[in-house]
């Protein structure tokens, strides 16, 4: 399993972003992706996730200004960030989890993440 993030910057207050993910090494119309952010010295958290039907679910601090889509032709995930704001400054990971067997627990995969630093 394999993901490649892009499209991080520096963005001023209000700005936008588009973030891509490219996965592989796994069938990717079939599973829900995710990505999460982290920045330093806190748990990394859920942000947003699509589902393998085309889903969308958002952490509340991001509802209105964040979108995610998918293009299965591309095995890429994207992530548009809009209205940006400085507490969206991170790193941004993408997420796909994985269940190796039946019985066994989800396995999480991730990418190299990509900083985003928003400026006010």
């Known amino acids: 399993v394999q993901l490649v993030e892009s499209g991080g910057g520096s963005v001023q207050a209000g700005g936008s972003l588009r973030l891509s993910c490219v996965a592989s090494g796994f069938i990717f119309s079939y599973r829900d992706m995710h990505w999460y952010r982290q920045v330093p010295g806190k748990q990394r958290d859920l942000v947003a996730t699509?589902?393998?039907?085309?889903?969308?679910n958002f952490a509340d601090s991001v509802k209105g200004r964040f979108e995610i889509s998918r293009d299965n032709a591309k095995n890429t995930v994207y992530l548009q960030m809009n209205t940006m704001k400085p507490e969206d400054t991170a790193v941004y990971y993408c997420?796909?989890?994985?269940?190796?067997?039946?019985?066994?627990?989800?396995?999480?995969?991730w990418g190299q993440g990509t900083q985003v630093t928003v400026s006010s």
């Open positions: 997420n796909v989890k994985i269940r190796r067997s039946v019985l066994g627990e989800p396995i999480d995969y």
């Open positions: 699509i589902t393998s039907s085309g889903g969308s």
